[in-house]
């Protein structure tokens, strides 16, 4: 009896075994595919706005959250496979903020060999002395933090600077202009700096967040809290993450669908006067398959139950 006991045992635990093996080879497998689609998406982007150029040397800003160290991995791994030669140097901006662990970043770039630099600047400071309680933060502090970069990227000679923002950064942003600024206006994936002097890029512009959310919990990366504006509640920018959110669970494909339409604009269709020429517009007698004939044709089949009333959103 004892021995055909032993027996089972020793078979549930081979079994055990076999199954804790195909879960972690699953587990594996999936990450393994995160990695390249993440990859696969940052290269995309690089290439489809021509971010980065042979020569070139990049400043990753580096906060210590999840976006910025997956920026900074991922760039990592396309410059060895990269056919063109570029410098990549983090740059984090220590803004002496409460319980700001100051020895995490060197630590982990250290272990990373990438060369780095640390700037030390109090705007924590400056943002508690000049905004009331209660009011956001981020406006000051971005403005604040912006200018500090482009004078740290032009002592370390560097003429691109790499954020982490990504594809949820960019429609948040789009709808936050929409609808408290009255503008169609979004967080381009390139641009020229405020100084006119740098080129700031964003090869995360289509990386869901989900996808960096994953990735850092699977690199293991060491996120440091942001205790200046991550505290901050009811902000209008966490309404529009909790809508496209919503809709992402309840609509699927919406949310893509919105953030595609950012890249496939039509001026005519639209109603500024300074982007076309609407004040000019002449009958020339030839078709035009983006007229009016346009609206005969559905965008999409979602059914009418899928509609959202405008109040809701």
């Known amino acids: 009896m004892n021995d055909t006991v032993m027996e089972r045992s020793a078979v549930d635990a081979l079994e055990a075994a076999a199954l804790d093996a195909k879960k972690r080879e699953k587990i594996a497998h999936e990450n393994n595919k995160l990695h390249k689609r993440l990859c696969r998406l940052v290269g995309q982007a690089i290439g489809d706005f021509n971010m980065i150029e042979d020569g070139d040397k990049v400043m990753v800003c580096l906060s210590g959250g999840k976006d910025s160290y997956a920026l900074l991995d991922i760039l990592l791994t396309l410059r060895e496979r990269a056919p063109i030669h570029f410098d990549i140097v983090a740059v984090n901006l220590d ?65 691109k600077i790499a954020l982490g923002h990504h594809r949820d950064d960019i429609l948040e942003t789009f709808f936050l202009n929409m609808f408290f600024g009255g503008k169609l206006k979004g967080m381009p994936a390139k641009l020229v700096s405020d100084d006119g002097k740098h080129m700031v890029i964003r090869p995360l512009a289509y990386v869901k967040e989900a996808d960096t959310e ?100």
């Not at 700001?100 to 780095?116: I, N, Q, R, T």
């Not at 559905?298 to 009418?304: D, G, H, N, R």
């Open 95 to 159: 803004q002496k903020q409460p319980n700001f662990p100051p020895e995490v970043l060197p630590a982990y770039l250290d272990k990373l060999g990438v060369p780095y630099h640390i700037e030390n600047q109090d705007t924590y400071s400056i943002v508690k002395r000049l905004i009331p309680e209660g009011k956001t933060t981020c406006s000051l502090c971005s403005r604040l933090r912006r200018g500090i970069l482009y004078r740290v990227a032009d002592e370390l000679g560097c003429n």
């Open 214 to 313: 994953r990735y850092a919990e699977v690199k293991g990366f060491p996120i440091i809290p942001c205790d200046l504006c991550g505290s901050q509640e009811n902000l209008q920018r966490k309404q529009i993450k909790a809508m496209l959110r919503d809709w992402e669970k309840k609509h699927p494909g919406r949310v893509e669908n919105v953030f595609s339409s950012l890249s496939t604009v039509v001026p005519s269709h639209l109603m500024d006067r300074d982007l076309f020429g609407f004040a000019d517009l002449k009958t020339d007698g030839v078709p035009n398959p983006l007229g009016d004939i346009a609206f005969d044709e559905e965008p999409c089949s979602t059914p009418a139950s899928n509609t959202i009333p405008l109040t809701q959103l």
